[in-house]
T-cell receptor, first 110, second 113 residues
Framework: QKEVEQNSGPLSVPEGAIASLNCTYS??????FFWYRQYSGKSPELIMF????GDKEDGRFTAQLNKASQYVSLLIRDSQPSDSATYLC??????????FGTGTRLLVSP | ETGVTQSPTHLIKTRGQQVTLRCSSQ?????VSWYQQALGQGPQFIFQ???????GRGNFPPRFSGLQFPNYSSELNVNALELDDSALYLC????????????FGPGTRLTVT
């Protein structure tokens, strides 16, 4: 079982729709959860992080965490073509390293 | 822009050679972590440096080594390059080794032929 699992996609949504990206993790001791966006050929860019169960909103983005189900999600409201990218879920268990999933490719069509 | 810089941007090496990649952390950040991202994969943790000491290491062989300097910039050295070392090498800086947020530099694309 992979430590962090994501559906590779692509997830296709029309412009203006809500995109829902999901991630599961295996280590119950995981403490911090991150979503990075990565455009093709570029480095990952931190979008959001969440530490506590529940929802955390930042502009068009909402991160949701359910530690009992070991599940993290990212909702993108009013999706734009510029949101088309690979979204990486990352989990921090100890103090040093981030463990990444393989990413979900999101395509937003005009 | 995160304020983290890396050099060079691209590099082509031959199998068996050695390579040094460089990273300058964001101002005020004293911790640098290095990651390897193969094509189509998520980044994988190589190691972390905090105040010039290695502070944690991932599942990479000893031919991957590093340094951190007093100004908190860092180097990643890879000896005896193999074809599978071809990847995007990312450094991320943070404030403190227990910091939650890490910010990535633009990466160095290494191709081994």
């Amino acid at each position: 079982q992979k430590e962090v699992e994501q559906n590779s996609g692509p997830l296709s949504v029309p412009e203006g729709a809500i995109a829902s990206l999901n991630c599961t993790y295996s280590d119950r001791g995981s403490q911090s959860f991150f979503w990075y966006r990565q455009y093709s050929g570029k480095s990952p860019e931190l979008i959001m992080f969440i530490y506590s169960n529940g929802d955390k909103e930042d502009g068009r983005f909402t991160a949701q965490l359910n530690k009992a189900s070991q599940y993290v999600s990212l909702l993108i409201r009013d999706s734009q073509p510029s949101d088309s990218a690979t979204y990486l879920c990352a989990v921090k268990t100890g103090f040093q390293k981030l463990v990444f999933g393989t990413g979900t490719r999101l395509l937003v069509s005009p | 822009e995160t304020g983290v810089t890396q050099s060079p941007t691209h590099l082509i090496k031959t199998r068996g050679q050695q390579v040094t990649l460089r990273c300058s952390s964001q101002s005020g950040h004293n911790t640098v972590s290095w990651y390897q991202q193969a094509l189509g994969q998520g980044p994988q943790f190589i190691f972390q440096y905090y105040r010039e000491e290695e502070n944690g290491r991932g599942n990479f062989p000893p031919r991957f080594s590093g340094l951190q300097f007093p100004n908190y910039s860092s180097e990643l050295n890879v000896n005896a390059l193999e074809l599978d070392d071809s990847a995007l090498y990312l450094c991320a800086s943070s404030i403190g080794w227990s910091s939650r947020e890490q910010y990535f530099g633009p990466g160095t694309r290494l191709t081994v032929t």
